[in-house]
T-cell receptor
Framework: DAGVTQSPTHLIKTRGQQVTLRCSPI?????VSWYQQVLGQGPQFIFQ???????GRGNFPDRFSARQFPNYSSELNVNALLLGDSALYLC???????????????FGEGSRLTVL | AQTVTQSQPEMSVQEAETVTLSCTYD???????LFWYKQPPSRQMILVIR??????QNATENRFSVNFQKAAKSFSLKISDSQLGDTAMYFC??????????FGQGTRLTINP
């Protein structure tokens, strides 16, 4: 079975542009979370979606937004890109938010965003 | 605020040796979960081991074990008989409320042949 898939794997943008990152969860998983990992640091929580509704949001500006589709895939959008948005963006899926407690939270390989 | 601190940015040991990675955390809650994740160069975060805070017994998974000291808010990872494939970034993480993982800054572990 396919794991969590993310696209694109790498992309380069310039300041002020907008970017959309995509995530397909493991089949049957209804919860998707997004994390930002700046080089040399641990991941930081951005959003959690479950059953197409936002269940949690981290300390990120309104330039960051996300949504979850009826097939449970998800998109993360970042507007007005800043140099500091350069990072690895990780998507993780689970059957439900509660499964994250059990360790049944599976990560994709991430999308590496570089902002010039 | 919930925080996780890993005080060892880098560690290096010889193959077959035992290595211990340190982690401390801060929370006022009583029911939570702790994890160690491994991130190899492939970038995918992989769960190594999990500990439930209400369980006093330390978790063990093959060559990986933890020393969980709840009162001290300490959660260290011991890797026995280290292998070249253990080379990776290791992150200590905390979750409470089934919402978000809070990660530490990571420890870069290198296993030398």
């Amino acid at each position: 079975d396919a794991g969590v898939t993310q696209s694109p794997t790498h992309l380069i943008k310039t300041r002020g542009q907008q970017v959309t990152l995509r995530c397909s969860p493991i089949s049957g998983h209804k919860s998707v979370s997004w994390y930002q990992q700046v080089l040399g640091q641990g991941p930081q929580f951005i959003f959690q979606y479950y059953e197409k509704e936002e269940r949690g949001r981290g300390n990120f500006p309104d330039r960051f937004s996300a949504r979850q589709f009826p097939n449970y895939s998800s998109e993360l959008n970042v507007n007005a890109l800043l140099l500091g948005d350069s990072a690895l963006y990780l998507c993780a899926s689970s059957f439900s938010p509660a499964f994250a407690n059990t360790g049944e939270l599976f990560f994709g390989e991430g999308s590496r965003l570089t902002v010039l | 605020a919930q925080t996780v601190t890993q005080s060892q940015p880098e560690m290096s040991v010889q193959e077959a040796e035992t290595v211990t990675l340190s982690c401390t955390y801060d929370t006022s809650e009583n029911n939570y979960y702790l994890f160690w994740y491994k991130q190899p160069p492939s970038r995918q975060m992989i769960l190594v081991i999990r500990q439930e805070a209400y369980k006093q017994q330390n978790a063990t998974e093959n060559r990986f074990s933890v020393n969980f000291q709840k009162a001290a808010k300490s959660f260290s990872l011991k890797i026995s008989d280290s292998q070249l494939g253990d080379t990776a970034m290791y992150f200590c993480a905390f979750i409470q409320g089934a919402q978000k993982l809070v990660f530490g800054q990571g420890t870069r572990l290198t296993i030398n042949p």
